[in-house]
């Protein structure tokens, strides 16, 4: 995200205080990133770029080449595979190697684990398959280790150990309500999902331990005879639950460690009987469906009497004193942190065991500890790129990998051939990983301004949540927050006439959306806003939590690439509720939801549609890419499935209720739906569905109206029983691309955008309008191009206090992301930060800085009363038989790069993206 000039910093910490970027007058990159934070160039260490998400690295045992494992989405540089890039330590140039087997859309994916054989001659890497785990079908490797030969720097496909089914029984897909209720065997048999991997010599042969992550297992590996001896590691009756991830060995290879990621629990085990020896637990939640502290990273002091374990959750580092099993903790929180979100997931230490790093993915700094005991506080810390993800040490030197680097830029003018070879600006494949060194003699003497820099990065100097009204006061007692679907600014605002906008790449302009248009003439304007996510797996948790967990980070991309992990966000894990089953879902960060904060103090709130599973009537479960949507739970069959064009509507849905159904294609019915967090449960509309591009939004936005309109009759009544916190989900601008039998593109986002007015139209025609603000935004800005970044959104902040200038709209130009926008929210409803990222978030102050006078918006009904809403694709037009193929049910289910270039030509036609000077990748 590349603003780096001063005014735009200065801009960004408006309520800071300048001392925020006191002292880094020689910096001469200031990069914003979409998580809210800074990146102050140059970094330490001189990073070089790699391929997208490197997540694990290994140190050939002669010393000369260190090894990363690239297992994101891919760039367009390495064909979009996934790779291992070598480093010649001696040279420091990158060698990367793209594995032909790991395209997008391939049945295996690269996994984390990584390698050298005791002789350096081989390389062994996880290569696991959720799709295929038996390899039956050509060109499949199914879940095993690949193996690589390996000879001065080089790599070549050497042979594949293939791991066979586990054995053990799926858990069901619905787990019984009663804990004590044992629950069925579900179909089939859990996916062996190779992940770390620790060679060690056994007898004078080499072996591996390596962790099977959906099995709830490890596995003995003999790479010569390829036998396998599997070690249950199951906590709970749900399998997979306990989601093994690191491993490691003792020198003398009789004891293993494995990390159960899900268990907050380290399983030691005597490898020579193959047997689990104990499990140590390590801040396990007192509530089982709680989040757990998710020990990843693992290492043992040079003497091996200690054993450190990352805990990414809780902000620490684990030390078990492996004679006595005595535990304490180390905190990897930065000076004056109050709040937690620092991802701590990668170890490395000095030869003499003296000084310990520990990579803090969420700050994007590298904590130092010197001779660590209990209590200790680390020394300082060293700036890294975005998400520090991996760290090794050897002769004198730190390395440090991380996985998202500088971030996107600009997505236009991405997409063709460059040199014969087709290019997409899909912003995963923008994303690069990095690899820097530095001498650890030289921290010393740099640490203390270090530290000071990573302060800066984090914004963590100054005050950041001062709304100052008109008032004098703060007014605001209702906050109703709406999240929508996968648009850039440039797509939706490029032809405002007033922001920083880019009429080339707009493709649903004023025609389509006029509510859109006329709430940021009205209300202001926000052309530096970003969207946190990357995509919707993300991009939802960033929208409720302000931060994700690091199972998000470490899972997306290679869901998005080939479906090799199942939709494990929103609450639903593995097609499952962990909520029903009584385990932590492995995919809730440690510092919480937004209602879970809203709870613990009194605040009031009611969910339509947002974590909430919906089953639809006789729905058959769906799986498919997760561009195209959130996935689809089996629904029971209804008495009435689904409404046919021209059948009465429900009788409280419709223009007037119940009257007949104007939309040309048939409308599911909701069979049930289920809250997927437990806080929620009481606090959801039944009536509301959550992401299904059949149920039109204009439905959504009448059940929502319904609810409403009983509040304002007991407000007028002199009562106001509406919840302080509203969170509305208003999806269908995602759209289904040229799919037929369902809505045009541009029918689907002038169906969210004429509910979205006809929200605000009612509210501000009521008695909330004179205490309640509106926050709009989408989850994430994917599905299009921007001349700005890949990241950048439209975005509203609606109330009778936003400023009204004369005769233009006003513009704020200040950078904001989600979490700006989740921690005004906050603010306003009087509730402290979930974590260190909204903590010290500047809120959108400038959004509330009018006198109060803003009169009642007023929807434009053109499109509905012009029938665009109503337009289907027809059953052979324009990429109707490649949108067919495209599951959109659910957010994020389809490939979006397909989707992407069905919607270009869907309102462009034959017209190329315009190009962008300089976003060419370099």
């Given at each position: ?102 395209e997008r859309h391939a049945h295996q994916t690269y ?219 180390l905190s990897t929180k930065l000076p004056e942190q ?471 709209a006003f513009v704020d130009h200040t950078f904001y ?106």
């Open positions: 995200m590349k603003k780096p000039l001063l005014g735009g910093v200065l801009i960004l910490t408006l309520g800071l205080g300048l001392r925020v970027l006191q002292g880094f007058s020689e910096k001469n990159g200031r990069l914003v990133l979409s998580s809210s934070k800074l990146l102050l160039e140059p970094v330490p260490g001189n990073p070089q770029s790699t391929n997208s998400f490197p997540t694990a690295m290994a140190l050939s045992p002669d010393g000369r080449y260190l090894a990363l494992l690239n297992d994101g989405y891919g760039t367009f540089e390495s064909d979009y595979k996934q790779s291992i890039a070598v480093l010649n330590i001696a040279t420091n140039k990158l060698a990367d190697f793209p594995d032909a087997r790991l996994f984390y684990g990584l390698a050298f054989s005791a002789d350096g001659k081989k390389l062994y890497a996880s290569m696991s398959s959720m799709t295929d785990p038996a390899g039956r079908d050509a060109g499949n490797t199914g879940s095993g280790i690949a193996t690589y030969n390996f000879a001065d720097g080089s790599i070549s496909p050497a042979g594949f150990i293939r791991f066979p089914a586990s054995g053990r029984a799926a858990a069901p897909k619905t787990a019984p309500e009663d804990p004590d209720e044992e629950p069925s065997s579900g179909p089939g048999f859990t996916v062996p999902f190779p992940t770390g991997i620790t060679s060690f010599q056994q007898r004078g042969k080499e072996m591996l331990l390596v962790a099977d992550n959906l099995s709830d297992a490890a596995e003995i590996v003999d790479p010569a005879s390829k036998e396998i001896r599997r070690i249950d590691l199951a906590v709970y009756r749900a399998v997979p639950g306990s989601y093994p991830f690191a491993t490691l060995v003792t020198k003398d290879g009789n004891t293993g460690y494995v990390s159960l990621w899900n268990a907050s629990r380290i399983a030691e085990v005597d490898l020579g009987n193959g047997k689990l020896k104990r499990m140590i637990e390590l801040h396990a939640p007192a509530q089982a469906e709680k989040a757990g502290s998710h020990p990843t990273a693992l290492l043992l002091s040079p003497d091996e009497t200690r054993l450190y374990v990352a805990l990414a959750n809780t902000d620490e580092v684990a030390v078990i004193e492996r004679t006595s099993g005595n535990v304490f903790y109050r709040y937690g979100g620092n991802f701590p997931i990668a170890l490395a230490i000095t030869a003499d065991g003296n000084r310990l790093f520990v990579a803090n993915a969420s700050s994007d700094a590298v904590a130092v500890f010197d001779n660590p005991r209990s209590n200790s506080k680390p020394r300082g810390f060293i700036p890294t790129e975005w998400y520090p993800t991996a760290l090794a040490v050897h002769d004198g030197q730190l390395f440090i990998a991380t996985g998202k680097g500088k971030g996107t830029g600009p997505n236009k003018g991405l997409a063709g051939k460059v040199d014969g070879k087709e290019r997409t600006g899909y912003i995963a494949t923008l994303l690069h990983g990095s690899l820097a060194r530095l001498p650890i003699a030289d921290i010393d003497s740099h640490l203390a301004s270090w530290t000071d820099e990573v302060m800066a990065s984090n914004l963590m100097r100054g005050n950041s949540d001062q709304i100052a009204f008109a008032t004098g006061r703060n007014p605001i007692r209702h906050v109703i927050y709406i999240i929508k679907e996968n648009r850039t600014y440039d797509q939706i605002l490029g032809d405002l006439g007033v922001g920083d906008g880019d009429p080339s790449l707009v493709m649903y302009g004023e025609e389509i959306t006029p509510n859109e248009h006329k709430l940021a003439r009205q209300f202001g304007v926000l052309d530096n806003f970003y969207d946190s996510g990357e995509v919707s797996g993300d991009g939802h948790v960033w929208s409720n939590a302000a931060i994700t967990s690091d199972y998000t980070e470490q899972t997306w991309e290679i869901d998005y690439r080939s479906k090799e992990r199942t939709y494990d966000y929103e609450g639903v894990v593995d097609d499952r509720y962990p909520i029903q089953e009584h385990v932590p879902d492995v995919d809730e960060p440690g510092t919480g939801y937004l209602w879970g904060n809203l709870a613990r103090h009194g605040v009031t709130y009611r969910h339509y549609g947002e974590y909430i599973s919906t089953k639809f009537c006789n729905q058959r479960q769906t799986q498919a890419m997760p561009q195209e949507g959130t996935p689809l739970p089996q629904g029971a069959s209804c008495p009435i499935n689904s409404i046919k064009p021209g059948d009465p509507l429900p009788d409280h849905l419709g223009q007037p209720h119940g009257s007949k159904s104007p939309w040309p294609w048939e409308i599911p019915m909701i069979s049930e739906n289920v809250a997927t967090k437990p806080e929620l449960e009481g606090h959801f509309d039944p009536r509301f569905p959550d992401f299904n591009l059949h149920f039109p939004d204009q439905l959504r936005a009448d059940e929502f109206l319904n609810e409403f309109s009983q509040f304002v009759v007991k407000r007028t009544a002199g009562r106001d029983t509406m919840p302080q916190f509203t969170l509305l989900r208003l999806p269908n601008d995602h759209t289904s691309a040229a799919r037929p039998g369902i809505a045009t593109p541009a029918a689907a986002i002038a169906d969210n955008d004429l509910a979205l007015g006809r929200v605000v139209d009612a509210v501000s025609h009521s008695p909330y309008w004179h205490d309640t603000a509106i926050f709009v935004l989408e989850d994430d800005a994917q599905n299009g191009a921007d001349h700005v970044d890949a990241h950048r959104s439209i975005a509203w902040a609606i109330s009778r206090f936003s400023p009204r200038p004369n005769r233009t992301t989600t979490v700006n926008m989740l921690h005004t929210i906050e603010t306003l409803l009087g509730v402290p930060p979930m974590n260190n990222n909204d903590s010290h978030a500047a809120v959108m102050a400038p959004m509330f800085s009018g006198k109060g006078d803003q009169p009642p918006f007023v929807a434009d009904t053109r499109n509905r009363d012009n029938g665009l809403l109503y337009k289907m694709n027809p059953p052979k037009g324009s990429d109707a038989k490649q949108s067919a193929q495209l599951d959109f049910s659910r957010a994020d289910a389809a490939d979006a790069g397909v989707l992407n270039a069905i919607l270009w030509r869907d309102r462009m036609g034959n017209r190329p993206v315009p190009k962008t000077p300089g976003a060419e990748f370099k």
